[in-house]
């Protein structure tokens, strides 16, 4: 995919550099589109949808960590919209493909297509996932976008050397990952009792892996709350941003490369970058990144 990304990220960042007085939200002029536009083509929905699912996607994430369990309205409403749109859009591909019918080659037909030991997923199952992937494969990268951006835009001597030397947006960018963590934890259900640091954790106790954390342990990373693109590339790409073990993220390669032409992008079509007012953060107590990011250029 990496020619389409790439013409997409010049695009979006041509849009966004043309804004009325050179100045705008970064998350929602770079941030999410770029995300949000791969999504719908792996998902086989129209890019101008992009609208809808820009308001569905924050609040789903938010239900990772609801108080008590519970969603509130917004978080509900985004669901129900979400299921009212996919439902039928996941329904009327299946069907195609059963008629016969050629299906367009993307994600969607895979995942109704695909088949192990002879079974296939149900449609509720890829409706499932379509939902997981939604939030998973955008949000996040989203929120690596910014976080990476604010850090250039906060520090002129970091963005001064990678103009000077583009090569280094590959290092600014995992460094963000590990200091950064855009998804800061995640929980888990022990399904045994576990013994860890002398702290006895009964089975089927919900805890919370801190990959955020991780990231961030003096025992492991030198200065860890210094942002250097001086660490070794090998030991930095270590880092947990991307989680651990089976469920290590199947999106990293792709963040990774979403990211990178984006950086290397803003920097080359929008060098004096600054900051313009008060940043937002994202409400989600899991996630770390703005969800306003106001920024300017010109002169
Ligand atoms: C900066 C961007 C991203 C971050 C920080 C991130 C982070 C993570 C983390 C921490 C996990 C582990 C979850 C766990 O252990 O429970 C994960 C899993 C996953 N991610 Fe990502 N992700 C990103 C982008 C993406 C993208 C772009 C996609 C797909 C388009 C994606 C798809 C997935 C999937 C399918 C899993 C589940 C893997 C499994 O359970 O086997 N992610 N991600």
């Given at each position: 995919m990496r020619g389409d990304i790439e013409a997409l990220v010049k695009e979006v960042v041509t849009e966004f550099a043309a804004s009325k007085g050179s100045e705008g939200d970064l998350i929602r002029g770079v941030g999410m589109p770029i995300p949000l536009t791969i999504m719908c083509w792996l998902l086989g929905t129209?890019?101008?949808d992009i609208e809808k699912f820009r308001q569905w996607v924050l609040p789903m994430a938010e239900a990772v960590s609801a108080v008590d369990g519970r969603m509130g309205d917004v978080t509900a409403q985004a669901y129900k919209s979400f299921g009212e749109y996919f439902w039928p859009h996941v329904k009327t591909r299946a069907a195609l493909i059963e008629s016969g019918a050629e299906a367009p080659d993307d994600m969607l037909t895979r995942l109704l297509t695909v088949e192990r030991d002879g079974q296939k997923l149900t449609q509720e199952d890829v409706m499932g996932f379509c939902q997981f992937l939604m939030v998973a494969g955008s949000a996040t990268t989203t929120l690596l976008i910014g976080n990476v951006m604010g850090r250039i835009i906060d520090d002129p001597a970091l963005a001064a050397r990678l103009i000077a030397d583009p090569s280094l947006i590959e290092i600014a960018v995992e460094e963000s990952l590990r200091i950064?963590?855009?998804?800061?934890g995640l929980f888990r259900t022990n399904d045994e009792p576990v013994c860890m640091q002398g702290v006895d954790i009964p089975v089927d106790s919900k805890v919370l892996a801190l990959f955020g954390s991780a990231n961030l342990d003096p025992n492991v990373w030198e200065n860890p709350e210094e942002f250097s693109l001086e660490r070794d590339p090998v030991q930095l790409r270590k880092h947990f941003a991307f989680g651990v073990?089976?469920?290590?993220?199947?999106g990293a390669p792709l963040a990774r490369m979403e990211a990178q032409l984006a950086v290397q992008e803003m920097l080359a079509r929008l060098p004096n970058v600054q900051s313009n007012g008060e940043r937002h953060l994202v409400k989600a107590a899991v996630l770390k990144g703005f969800e306003v990011l106001p920024v300017k250029w010109g002169n």
């Amino acid at each position: 995919m990496r020619g389409d990304i790439e013409a997409l990220v010049k695009e979006v960042v041509t849009e966004f550099a043309a804004s009325k007085g050179s100045e705008g939200d970064l998350i929602r002029g770079v941030g999410m589109p770029i995300p949000l536009t791969i999504m719908c083509w792996l998902l086989g929905t129209p890019v101008s949808d992009i609208e809808k699912f820009r308001q569905w996607v924050l609040p789903m994430a938010e239900a990772v960590s609801a108080v008590d369990g519970r969603m509130g309205d917004v978080t509900a409403q985004a669901y129900k919209s979400f299921g009212e749109y996919f439902w039928p859009h996941v329904k009327t591909r299946a069907a195609l493909i059963e008629s016969g019918a050629e299906a367009p080659d993307d994600m969607l037909t895979r995942l109704l297509t695909v088949e192990r030991d002879g079974q296939k997923l149900t449609q509720e199952d890829v409706m499932g996932f379509c939902q997981f992937l939604m939030v998973a494969g955008s949000a996040t990268t989203t929120l690596l976008i910014g976080n990476v951006m604010g850090r250039i835009i906060d520090d002129p001597a970091l963005a001064a050397r990678l103009i000077a030397d583009p090569s280094l947006i590959e290092i600014a960018v995992e460094e963000s990952l590990r200091i950064d963590a855009p998804v800061h934890g995640l929980f888990r259900t022990n399904d045994e009792p576990v013994c860890m640091q002398g702290v006895d954790i009964p089975v089927d106790s919900k805890v919370l892996a801190l990959f955020g954390s991780a990231n961030l342990d003096p025992n492991v990373w030198e200065n860890p709350e210094e942002f250097s693109l001086e660490r070794d590339p090998v030991q930095l790409r270590k880092h947990f941003a991307f989680g651990v073990g089976i469920h290590y993220c199947l999106g990293a390669p792709l963040a990774r490369m979403e990211a990178q032409l984006a950086v290397q992008e803003m920097l080359a079509r929008l060098p004096n970058v600054q900051s313009n007012g008060e940043r937002h953060l994202v409400k989600a107590a899991v996630l770390k990144g703005f969800e306003v990011l106001p920024v300017k250029w010109g002169n």
